[in-house]
């Protein structure tokens, strides 16, 4: 069992109670294989941390930036909290190295791995507002979201990278891009699809992933490095 309060002491947080912080990063997975482990999976702190991550994320946007607009302010709360971002944060408070996994999923890798520590840093925040509250848990999300505000703001992460190809392509080509899948291949349980980004019928760049929607983002991503408009 990982030292959790070495993590506590890590993340500036003194629990009262340690065993809200172990469920936090234990996985449905690991009790499937540890029938003898007696306490609960995270997905309930998983659950209430969204709320309370969703709820501090708006409050900083809409005090910070009261000319922005409704839609504004909802892209930007997007990019602080999808999957990427939290994953993000998860990696670099080392959140990894304390995971309880089955031995199947200790294996994921990529989006899959993502998925599970953004999972788990928002059954963090569950845990630290229901030993510490509210504001013990802002506090948190201040540190290892809100930070994140100014560096969303400068790489234009508030916009996805289809939107921000098509902007720009209008703008400085007068095109409108489309997408093509390339190649598709795999068991239909384990898909990988390779799409093409073009602007008429030039091939840009290309991107690869699980789903469709998500291999034309990586598509446009790496179109705009390519035109060099990243």
Do not use: C
Not at 23 to 34: G, I, M, Q, V
Request: glycine share 6%; no cysteine; charged share 30%.
């Amino acid at each position: 069992m990982p030292d959790f309060k070495n993590f506590a002491t890590h993340i500036g947080v003194k629990f009262k109670n340690l065993d809200l912080l172990v469920e936090a990063f234990t996985h449905r997975s690991y009790l499937n294989e540890h029938k003898e482990y007696v306490g609960s999976h995270n997905e309930r702190l998983e659950f209430l941390g969204d709320a309370v991550l969703e709820l501090a994320v708006t409050d900083f946007l809409f005090k910070k930036y009261p000319e922005k607009s409704e839609g504004e302010l909802t892209n930007l709360r997007a990019a602080l909290v999808n999957t990427v971002s939290l994953a993000e944060s998860a990696q670099r408070l080392g959140v990894n190295e304390y995971l309880l996994l089955s031995k199947g999923e200790a294996k994921d890798t990529g989006r899959a791995r993502d998925v599970i520590l953004a999972d788990t840093f928002e059954a963090l925040i569950g845990a630290i507002y229901l030993d510490q509250g509210f504001t013990s848990a802002e506090t948190f999300i201040a540190r290892n979201v809100h930070s994140k505000v100014d560096t969303v703001i400068e790489t234009r992460a508030y916009q996805d990278s289809k939107s921000h190809f098509q902007e720009l392509s209008q703008e400085k080509k007068g095109i409108t891009p489309s997408y093509r899948t390339l190649v598709e291949e795999g068991p239909d349980h384990d898909k990988r699809f390779t799409v093409g980004a073009f602007l008429g019928e030039k091939e840009i760049a290309r991107g690869e992933a699980h789903s469709k929607q998500e291999a034309e983002q990586a598509a446009a991503t790496a179109a705009l490095a390519a035109m060099k408009w990243a």
